[in-house]
Antibody, heavy 118, light 108 residues
Framework: QVQLVESGGGVVQPGRSLRLSCAASGFTFSSYGMHWVRQAPGKGLEWVAVISYDGSNKYYADSVKGRFTISRDNSKNTLYLQMNSLRAEDTAVYYC???????????WGQGTLVTVSS | SYELTQPPSVSVSPGQTARITCSGDALPKQYAYWYQQKPGQAPVLVIYKDSERPSGIPERFSGSSSGTTVTLTISGVQAEDEADYYCQSADSSGTCWVFGGGTKLTVL
């Protein structure tokens, strides 16, 4: 079955960097677009970024554009999110999610918590 | 930036019908998707492409679209349906995805 496992979260100071990873299994990773979605404590879902199946197309939310970079290594079945110049408002649970064959985010990881605090 | 608007809360009694709306200017051009999220859990896709139901989702969940508004309908609401519901779509270019603010469904 499809499994998505995020890692790399933790506590980081404002202005510093962090890289999240999402290990995928149970499906042909190189055939599907992937997203990062975040959720601040007690708040709603916020879309962060998307990458096409082959990594050729990437799009970002305005709130992270220029600071975050989404990437993937299809040989390792892994999705990444490089987060630079972190701010307090980036504090959230970060989920990776797989695009379904018929559209929508059909599979989600369990999330990894990023806390930006001095 | 593009926004989707949902009511913050909806309350219904068990067995009744709950309707949750989502409004956005690009909805006539872009499909909408609906997610259910229970406390401490990852979201679950309950409706895709406005009105289609993924396998494993109960038939009481349905979706519809009219102009700039899409609606999630839960018929015969059960206590287990109490959750936060989010609509999701994209802007007219299809390059910027967005979630609605979420609707808390309370089963009285």
């Amino acid at each position: 079955q499809v499994q998505l496992v995020e890692s790399g979260g933790g506590v980081v100071q404002p202005g510093r960097s962090l890289r999240l990873s999402c290990a995928a299994s149970g499906f042909t990773f190189s055939s599907y677009g992937m997203h990062w979605v975040r959720q601040a404590p007690g708040k709603g879902l916020e879309w962060v970024a998307v990458i096409s199946y082959d990594g050729s197309n990437k799009y970002y939310a305005d709130s992270v554009k220029g600071r975050f970079t989404i990437s993937r290594d299809n040989s390792k079945n892994t999705l990444y999110l490089q987060m630079n110049s972190l701010r307090a408002e980036d504090t959230a649970v970060y989920y990776c999610a797989k695009v379904g064959t018929l559209g929508g985010l059909i599979n989600w990881g369990q999330g990894t918590l990023v806390t930006v605090s001095s | 930036s593009y926004e989707l608007t949902q009511p913050p809360s909806v309350s219904v009694s068990p067995g009744q019908t709950a309707r949750i709306t989502c409004s956005g200017d690009a909805l006539p051009k872009q499909y909408a998707y609906w997610y259910q999220q229970k406390p401490g859990q990852a979201p679950v896709l309950v409706i895709y492409k406005d009105s289609e139901r993924p396998s494993g989702i109960p038939e009481r969940f349905s979706g519809s679209s009219s102009g700039t508004t899409v609606t999630l309908t839960i018929s015969g609401v059960q206590a287990e349906d109490e959750a936060d519901y989010y609509c999701q779509s994209a802007d007219s270019s299809g390059t910027c995805w967005v979630f609605g603010g979420g609707t808390k469904l309370t089963v009285l």
